[in-house]
């Protein structure tokens, strides 16, 4: 058995962190978490307050931190950058904060556990369909550790990616430009790679 084959075997407790995964545990958000939250609060208005407030934050992190500034997947005006960072800046704001860590984590844990691994990328990241739905398409971990600077993470039409929605808008309205995505050529290599 291979270190690497090990490795994956060993899921998540036996892994080593690498750096994409210690810079996304800093990173990535507590959207769904503040909605679960928000299920005490009792009365709906309150919740779909709530519930907006953290699709606005949780946008904040995976469109503006995460793709925007970490991997500058795409380029939009400097004012819109401030706006949607000062989004994000909301998700780490007292208990925002505590849960977003809380919930990297899982993200973390599940997205190199369990799941799909349709890319031969040298580490044990997968791709989690419903984490996913509920990270705003930052679940398709293994596409992203194949394709770091792609814009989109949910690369196949069927694969969910709220990010991505909106990133497409934005591109749409004339407001995101030079948005990455993986190449032909870069697909055919990531697919060919034998360990
Ligand atoms: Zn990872
Ligand atoms: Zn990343």
Same mark, same amino acid.
């Given at each position: 058995?291979s270190?690497?084959? #090990? #490795?994956?075997?060993?899921?998540?407790?036996?892994?080593?962190?690498?750096?994409?995964?210690?810079t996304?545990?800093?990173?990535?958000?507590?959207?769904?978490?503040?909605?679960?939250?928000a299920?005490? %609060?009792?009365?709906?208005?309150?919740?779909?307050?709530?519930?907006?407030?953290?699709?606005?934050? $949780?946008?904040?992190?995976?469109?503006?931190?995460?793709?925007?500034?970490?991997?500058? /997947?795409? #380029?939009?005006?400097?004012?819109?950058?401030?706006?949607?960072?000062?989004?994000?800046?909301?998700?780490?704001q007292?208990?925002g904060?505590?849960?977003?860590? +809380?919930?990297?984590?899982?993200?973390? /844990?599940?997205? +190199?556990?369990?799941?799909?691994?349709?890319?031969?990328?040298?580490?044990? /990241?997968?791709?989690?369909?419903? %984490?996913?739905?509920?990270?705003l $398409?930052?679940?398709?971990?293994?596409?992203?550790?194949?394709?770091?600077?792609?814009?989109?993470?949910?690369?196949e039409?069927?694969?969910?990616?709220?990010?991505?929605?909106?990133?497409?808008?934005?591109?749409? %309205?004339?407001?995101?430009?030079?948005?990455?995505?993986?190449?032909?050529a870069?697909k055919?290599?990531?697919?060919?790679?034998?360990?």
């Amino acid at each position: 058995m291979s270190e690497l084959q #090990k #490795k994956r075997n060993g899921g998540f407790w036996f892994r080593e962190w690498d750096r994409v995964d210690v810079t996304h545990l800093s990173l990535s958000i507590g959207k769904h978490v503040l909605a679960v939250c928000a299920l005490f %609060v009792p009365n709906w208005r309150a919740f779909w307050v709530a519930v907006a407030l953290s699709y606005l934050t $949780g946008m904040g992190v995976t469109l503006g931190y995460h793709r925007l500034l970490t991997h500058r /997947s795409f #380029k939009v005006p400097k004012w819109l950058e401030y706006i949607i960072v000062y989004c994000g800046l909301q998700a780490s704001q007292g208990m925002g904060e505590m849960l977003s860590n +809380h919930f990297t984590f899982f993200v973390n /844990s599940v997205c +190199h556990t369990w799941g799909e691994r349709p890319w031969n990328t040298r580490d044990t /990241s997968t791709n989690n369909w419903w %984490v996913a739905l509920l990270s705003l $398409g930052e679940g398709w971990h293994n596409n992203h550790h194949a394709f770091p600077s792609s814009a989109c993470h949910g690369i196949e039409w069927w694969q969910l990616d709220l990010t991505w929605e909106l990133i497409k808008f934005l591109e749409m %309205v004339g407001l995101a430009k030079d948005v990455n995505l993986p190449t032909e050529a870069e697909k055919e290599t990531m697919a060919l790679c034998t360990n």
